[in-house]
Nanobody, 131 residues
Framework: QVQVVESGGDSVQAGGSLRLSCAAS????????MSWFRQVAGKGREGVAS????????YYADSVKGRFTISQDLAKNKVFLQMNSLEPEDSAMYYC????????????????????????WGQGTQVTVSS
């Protein structure tokens, strides 16, 4: 079981930046994919970015490529999402999630999915971008 806790959500103006953090305990960290998803009330959840912990390989949804960066600090068991050039369309509840014993292919596909196969979720952190 992996426990994840997100933080860092806030309200910012368009063009601004935020850095979300995800503290992951109990990961074991072999064959683990850590991902960020987001959801707007009344809409489905969408993948944003993923990182395969073992290799550090990263994957991004097309909508955030070039603006968002996912990274990890293995010593601190943390995953980060640096969000730059924020747009009002980025406003959502952002969730960190972990999937254990999965492949890099699973991790890569996660950014185009809604989080199927992820068993460990945080409570979410709200990001609001105003125009």
């Amino acid at each position: 079981q992996v426990q994840v806790v997100e933080s860092g959500g806030d309200s910012v103006q368009a063009g601004g930046s935020l850095r979300l953090s995800c503290a992951a305990s109990g990961a074991g960290y072999s064959s683990v994919c850590m991902s960020w998803f987001r959801q707007v009330a009344g809409k489905g959840r969408e993948g944003v970015a993923s990182i395969y912990v073992g290799s550090g390989s990263t994957y991004y949804a097309d909508s955030v490529k070039g603006r968002f960066t996912i990274s990890q600090d293995l010593a601190k068991n943390k995953v980060f999402l640096q969000m730059n050039s924020l747009e009002p369309e980025d406003s959502a509840m952002y969730y960190c999630a972990a999937a254990r014993a999965v492949s890099t292919s699973f991790c890569r596909r996660s950014v185009n999915g809604q989080g199927v196969g992820y068993n460990n979720w945080g409570q979410g952190t709200q990001v609001t971008v105003s125009s």
